[in-house]
Structure formats: C-alpha cells, structure tokens
C-alpha cells in the first residue's frame, strides 16, 4: 500500500473500512478510464481480503500474506482479459476451484481484471456465482467499460470508482517512478499515468518521442514516409497508429480552442497549413479505420500506413 497512487487510496480506504466493520459485499467493482489504476487498485483490494489479520489492511506477515507476495496463494484465482476474451470454460473451472474450503486463510478471492472481454457465457457463470456465492468468496472485478458488462453483474457489486487524476497529480506520480520524467514528454499521447507507464515496461518510449518530430520532417519534405516508419513492424503498427492518430486529435482539439502540448507547437501550423481542419478530420477518421481493420484484413498493414502517409 505504501507505494499505491494517492489518487487510489480513498477508493482502498473506503473499502477497507467496510472490511472492518464486517460489511463488505462479497462482490466488488472498480471502474474507471483505461489507465488510471484500477488493476493495481484491486489487486491491493484482494491482498487486503486474503489476509488472516483482523486489521483493515494487509498485515504482510501472516501465512497468506506471504503466499500472496510470493504468488503462490491456492485460494486466489484470476482471470485476465486485457488479451483475450475471457471463455465461460475458464469461469466454470473457476467457479469450481473456489467451492472448495479456502485451504489457507479464511477468505478466498476471485479477481477478473478487464471484465468487459467475459463473453456472454462467461458473464452469465459470473453472474450466477455471485447469486449463489461460495461462503467466504469475494469477488473482484476490474472494468473500464462497466456499462457494458451484464447489468445484473453491476448491480449486485460494490461500485467503486477511481477518479482521474489531474495534471500535478500525474507529474508528481510519475516523478517518483524509475526514470518516470520522461514520460511526461508524451502528454500529447495521453496522461493516463499507468498507460504511460506500460508504454516505458515496453520499451516504447522512443517510439512515441521521436514521433512528432519525425513527422516534422516529413512535413517539411526532409524526410519521406518510410522515413517515419523505419522500425515499423506488425508488433508495434498500433503503436504508430495510436500515435499518429493522438497528434491529429491533439491538433482537432487546439483548432476548437483547447490547451496545445508544447511538444506539438511547431506540427500544428504545418498541419493545419496544409489540411485545414476539415481534412484533418478525414485523415485521423482514416488512421482509426486502419486500427480497427488491422485485425481483419489480408491487406499488408505496414503498406496501408505508408500509403495513409503518403496522403499528408
Ligand atoms: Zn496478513
């Protein structure tokens, strides 16, 4: 908990007060934008529930507390669809796991982080185990896209939801990460201070850095398309695309009157110099539509993003 954003700790505290005066529904929601902390929230949530102590927080020296940091408790079980969809065979194995008596502690815990990707199925086995829920089961679920989950799942669930932070918040935050002043060069990308974070675990923060700069390049006919994207590859073209895309977005967004990064002032002139608004639109509509049909199509992706290029 020591390290936990200081934006999430209301959220947990609220939590843990309910764990101590024994009202704590057995089923938990934490909602909020894609990177704002909701998984590292919940997962401070569920270490809070596994242990044996009666205090409202972890006590990080019981028998569970130790399984949990070394990773290994039996009566803790995720699922995870940040991938994939998350299939009613894996919910059921589950759910089957978790009848059993908790085999350590006295709570067992379910967590299913990016609950949005449960298929029908898959929602509908949740749904059921949390209307006939195992004694001493908690359940802890993780959205940013609560509305589209079941609404029978949502109302039987604590909602907890983390608040953006603001700007000073995120500056402050990131400064205390390993190497964390960096990223405050990509605020054009987004200031989703975990997403900014999983951009550096991924090594990808040259990638979207050298970006606006790259296309100043080309804007100014001293570097062609493929320039930009030397080092583009099918791993990493929704990296390019995002970015991109980010750029134009910004750009909408200062025509109509908003806050322009400082690492976008010299790429808006040229951009709006040469597209004008309305096609500016029509070519971030574009970079959106390749995103979207990566997955789909036959068509060589890395040729798509050269020939939206060669449009600018
Ligand atoms: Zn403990």
Redesign the pocket.
Known sequence: MANLAPWLLPCLQQVQALKQTKSLSHALLVTGADGVGQEELAREMVKDLI???DQAS?????H??QLMSADTHPDFRVLDGEESSIKVDQVRLLVRQMSQKPQVGQNKVVLITHAQAMNINAANAVLKALEEPSERTYFVLTSSQSTSLLPTIRSRCLLVNVPMPNLDQVKAWLGQQVNGEELSSLFWLTTQPFRLVSIQRQGKTLLYSELPNKLIEMLQGRAAPEGILKGLDSGNIEDYCNGLAAILHQCICHSAGATLDSALQVIYPLLINRFGISSLMLRYQALQKLKSDLQKTNLNPIMQLTHELNQW
């Open positions: 242990c044996e102590s972890a006590c990080g020296h019981c569970s507390c």
